[in-house]
Protein backbone atom coordinates (compact mmCIF):
# COMPACT_ATOMS: atom_id res chain seq x y z
CA UNK A 1 0.00 0.00 0.00
CA UNK A 2 2.79 2.46 -0.71
CA UNK A 3 1.97 5.23 -2.28
CA UNK A 4 3.18 4.86 -5.80
CA UNK A 5 1.13 1.76 -6.03
CA UNK A 6 -1.52 3.81 -4.77
CA UNK A 7 -1.59 6.88 -6.51
CA UNK A 8 -0.95 5.08 -10.16
CA UNK A 9 -3.84 2.65 -8.77
CA UNK A 10 -6.30 6.02 -8.33
CA UNK A 11 -4.98 7.32 -11.75
CA UNK A 12 -6.02 4.36 -13.88
CA UNK A 13 -9.53 3.99 -12.09
CA UNK A 14 -9.86 7.70 -12.60
CA UNK A 15 -8.88 7.13 -16.52
CA UNK A 16 -11.31 3.83 -16.83
CA UNK A 17 -14.09 6.04 -15.08
CA UNK A 18 -13.88 9.22 -17.42
CA UNK A 19 -13.42 7.69 -20.96
CA UNK A 20 -16.14 4.86 -20.22
CA UNK A 21 -18.71 5.96 -17.21
CA UNK A 22 -18.99 9.67 -17.93
CA UNK A 23 -22.87 8.84 -17.83
CA UNK A 24 -22.61 7.39 -14.14
CA UNK A 25 -20.53 10.36 -12.72
CA UNK A 26 -20.92 12.98 -14.76
CA UNK A 27 -19.46 15.47 -12.37
CA UNK A 28 -16.18 13.76 -13.56
CA UNK A 29 -16.75 14.94 -16.76
CA UNK A 30 -17.01 18.52 -16.16
CA UNK A 31 -14.29 20.35 -17.54
CA UNK A 32 -13.31 22.19 -13.97
CA UNK A 33 -13.40 19.13 -12.13
CA UNK A 34 -11.34 17.39 -14.61
CA UNK A 35 -8.87 20.59 -14.52
CA UNK A 36 -8.54 19.86 -10.43
CA UNK A 37 -8.17 16.44 -10.71
CA UNK A 38 -5.23 16.46 -13.46
CA UNK A 39 -3.47 19.05 -11.17
CA UNK A 40 -3.97 16.79 -8.18
CA UNK A 41 -2.24 13.62 -10.02
CA UNK A 42 0.42 15.81 -11.42
CA UNK A 43 1.51 16.76 -8.45
CA UNK A 44 1.45 13.68 -6.60
CA UNK A 45 3.13 11.98 -9.66
CA UNK A 46 6.03 14.91 -10.27
CA UNK A 47 6.41 14.42 -6.33
CA UNK A 48 6.65 11.54 -4.64
CA UNK A 49 6.65 9.05 -7.55
CA UNK A 50 9.63 11.34 -8.85
CA UNK A 51 11.19 11.77 -6.23
CA UNK A 52 11.29 7.58 -5.42
CA UNK A 53 13.22 7.38 -9.07
CA UNK A 54 16.43 9.13 -7.46
CA UNK A 55 16.43 7.63 -4.35
CA UNK A 56 15.74 4.30 -4.82
CA UNK A 57 15.30 3.13 -8.70
CA UNK A 58 18.01 1.39 -10.73
CA UNK A 59 18.01 1.85 -14.25
CA UNK A 60 18.90 -1.70 -15.53
CA UNK A 61 18.09 -3.11 -18.60
CA UNK A 62 19.21 -6.73 -17.41
CA UNK A 63 17.06 -7.02 -14.21
CA UNK A 64 13.37 -7.37 -15.37
CA UNK A 65 12.13 -6.44 -11.37
CA UNK A 66 14.76 -3.19 -11.23
CA UNK A 67 13.58 -2.12 -14.92
CA UNK A 68 9.91 -2.47 -14.11
CA UNK A 69 10.38 -0.75 -11.19
CA UNK A 70 11.90 2.19 -12.62
CA UNK A 71 9.26 2.43 -15.09
CA UNK A 72 6.36 2.24 -12.31
CA UNK A 73 7.94 5.25 -10.90
CA UNK A 74 9.26 7.16 -13.80
CA UNK A 75 6.25 6.88 -16.87
CA UNK A 76 3.44 8.26 -14.87
CA UNK A 77 5.38 11.55 -14.37
CA UNK A 78 6.79 11.82 -17.66
CA UNK A 79 3.18 10.83 -19.37
CA UNK A 80 1.08 13.81 -17.60
CA UNK A 81 4.45 16.46 -18.39
CA UNK A 82 3.60 15.59 -22.16
CA UNK A 83 -0.20 15.84 -21.25
CA UNK A 84 0.70 19.43 -19.59
CA UNK A 85 3.12 20.57 -22.62
CA UNK A 86 1.37 18.51 -25.23
CA UNK A 87 1.98 20.26 -28.87
CA UNK A 88 -0.46 22.70 -29.56
CA UNK A 89 -1.72 24.04 -26.22
CA UNK A 90 -0.91 27.46 -26.77
CA UNK A 91 -4.30 28.28 -25.00
CA UNK A 92 -5.96 25.03 -24.55
CA UNK A 93 -5.67 21.44 -24.61
CA UNK A 94 -8.57 18.93 -23.96
CA UNK A 95 -8.95 15.34 -24.10
CA UNK A 96 -11.48 13.22 -22.87
CA UNK A 97 -10.09 12.88 -19.24
CA UNK A 98 -7.91 15.89 -18.94
CA UNK A 99 -8.62 19.80 -19.69
CA UNK A 100 -5.32 22.01 -19.30
CA UNK A 101 -5.30 25.79 -19.78
CA UNK A 102 -2.00 26.54 -20.58
CA UNK A 103 -1.78 30.01 -20.03
CA UNK A 104 -3.43 30.01 -16.72
CA UNK A 105 -0.93 29.76 -13.77
CA UNK A 106 -3.23 31.75 -11.29
CA UNK A 107 -3.68 30.22 -7.79
CA UNK A 108 -1.00 27.16 -8.18
CA UNK A 109 -0.31 27.43 -4.69
CA UNK A 110 -3.50 26.31 -3.91
CA UNK A 111 -4.36 23.92 -7.08
CA UNK A 112 -0.89 22.07 -7.03
CA UNK A 113 -0.30 22.09 -3.08
CA UNK A 114 -3.17 22.58 -0.96
CA UNK A 115 -5.71 20.58 -3.33
CA UNK A 116 -3.10 17.41 -3.53
CA UNK A 117 -1.92 17.55 -0.03
CA UNK A 118 -5.30 17.27 1.36
CA UNK A 119 -6.55 14.64 -1.07
CA UNK A 120 -3.70 12.82 -0.70
CA UNK A 121 -3.68 12.91 3.21
CA UNK A 122 -7.33 11.57 3.45
CA UNK A 123 -6.47 8.98 0.41
CA UNK A 124 -3.28 7.77 1.34
CA UNK A 125 -2.06 8.92 5.05
CA UNK A 126 -4.89 8.07 7.08
CA UNK A 127 -5.57 5.02 6.03
CA UNK A 128 -2.22 3.59 5.41
CA UNK A 129 -1.50 4.99 9.19
CA UNK A 130 -4.47 2.35 10.61
CA UNK A 131 -3.93 -0.08 8.65
CA UNK A 132 0.07 -0.49 9.33
CA UNK A 133 0.20 0.74 13.12
CA UNK A 134 -2.88 0.06 14.50
CA UNK A 135 -5.26 -2.50 12.56
CA UNK A 136 -2.33 -4.81 10.93
CA UNK A 137 0.70 -3.38 12.92
CA UNK A 138 1.01 -6.69 14.83
CA UNK A 139 0.39 -9.21 12.14
CA UNK A 140 3.12 -7.31 10.02
CA UNK A 141 5.76 -7.20 12.69
CA UNK A 142 5.07 -10.96 13.76
CA UNK A 143 5.50 -12.06 9.99
CA UNK A 144 8.03 -10.09 9.19
CA UNK A 145 6.16 -8.36 6.33
CA UNK A 146 8.68 -6.13 4.41
CA UNK A 147 6.88 -2.90 4.63
CA UNK A 148 8.86 0.79 3.77
CA UNK A 149 8.27 1.58 7.54
CA UNK A 150 9.93 -2.00 8.90
CA UNK A 151 13.03 -1.33 6.57
CA UNK A 152 13.91 2.16 7.96
CA UNK A 153 15.35 3.42 11.11
CA UNK A 154 12.13 4.73 12.41
CA UNK A 155 11.38 0.35 13.11
CA UNK A 156 14.78 0.01 15.49
CA UNK A 157 13.61 -3.02 17.66
CA UNK A 158 16.04 -1.15 20.41
CA UNK A 159 12.85 1.52 20.77
CA UNK A 160 10.68 1.40 23.62
CA UNK A 161 8.11 3.80 22.06
CA UNK A 162 4.69 2.01 21.11
CA UNK A 163 4.03 0.80 17.52
CA UNK A 164 1.50 3.50 16.98
CA UNK A 165 3.89 6.41 18.31
CA UNK A 166 6.50 5.13 16.19
CA UNK A 167 4.05 4.80 13.25
CA UNK A 168 2.60 8.85 13.81
CA UNK A 169 6.25 9.84 13.97
CA UNK A 170 7.15 8.01 10.30
CA UNK A 171 3.94 9.85 9.26
CA UNK A 172 4.92 12.84 10.09
CA UNK A 173 8.12 12.81 8.76
CA UNK A 174 7.35 11.32 5.24
CA UNK A 175 5.04 14.30 4.82
CA UNK A 176 7.07 17.03 5.61
CA UNK A 177 9.77 14.99 2.47
CA UNK A 178 5.94 14.71 0.51
CA UNK A 179 5.43 18.66 0.76
CA UNK A 180 9.00 19.61 -0.51
CA UNK A 181 8.58 17.22 -2.94
CA UNK A 182 5.78 19.05 -4.04
CA UNK A 183 7.81 22.13 -4.83
CA UNK A 184 8.60 20.17 -7.87
CA UNK A 185 5.41 20.36 -9.52
CA UNK A 186 5.03 24.10 -9.00
CA UNK A 187 8.03 24.93 -11.29
CA UNK A 188 7.58 21.59 -14.02
CA UNK A 189 4.04 23.14 -14.04
CA UNK A 190 5.34 26.60 -15.28
CA UNK A 191 8.28 25.84 -17.08
CA UNK A 192 8.93 23.09 -19.89
CA UNK A 193 12.74 23.58 -19.80
CA UNK A 194 12.92 23.07 -16.53
CA UNK A 195 10.62 19.69 -16.53
CA UNK A 196 13.03 18.48 -19.53
CA UNK A 197 15.82 19.11 -17.35
CA UNK A 198 14.16 17.18 -14.01
CA UNK A 199 13.65 13.94 -16.20
CA UNK A 200 16.96 13.99 -17.39
CA UNK A 201 18.44 14.64 -13.78
CA UNK A 202 16.00 11.41 -12.60
CA UNK A 203 17.69 9.09 -15.69
CA UNK A 204 21.14 9.96 -14.63
CA UNK A 205 20.24 9.75 -11.04
CA UNK A 206 18.89 5.92 -11.58
CA UNK A 207 21.69 5.05 -14.17
CA UNK A 208 24.11 6.46 -10.83
CA UNK A 209 22.36 4.28 -8.54
CA UNK A 210 22.63 1.11 -11.02
CA UNK A 211 26.21 1.97 -11.32
CA UNK A 212 26.83 2.17 -7.40
CA UNK A 213 24.38 -1.20 -6.89
CA UNK A 214 26.43 -3.03 -9.77
CA UNK A 215 30.02 -1.69 -8.04
CA UNK A 216 28.95 -2.93 -4.57
CA UNK A 217 28.19 -6.48 -5.72
CA UNK A 218 31.48 -6.69 -7.24
CA UNK A 219 33.46 -5.33 -4.07
CA UNK A 220 31.63 -8.03 -1.99
Known amino acids: MEVCYVANAEWIVYFLLVTTCTSFF ?66 QSSSAFIVVEASNNTNLMYELFVV ?12 YYFINFVFCGEAIEKHQLVTVFNSSAFATPSSSLPL ?14 IW ?30 QFDHVMKIKRS
Open 26 to 91: PLLAEEGNKQVVFKVFYCWFMGPLCNHVWKGCFFSLSDFHYYATFWLHFAPPLALFLMRWQEGSQQ
Open 116 to 127: PTAIYFLTWTIP
Open 164 to 177: WVKGLIYILVHEVV
Open 180 to 209: TTFSVAQVTWRSKIWGILWFLFLVLAAANN
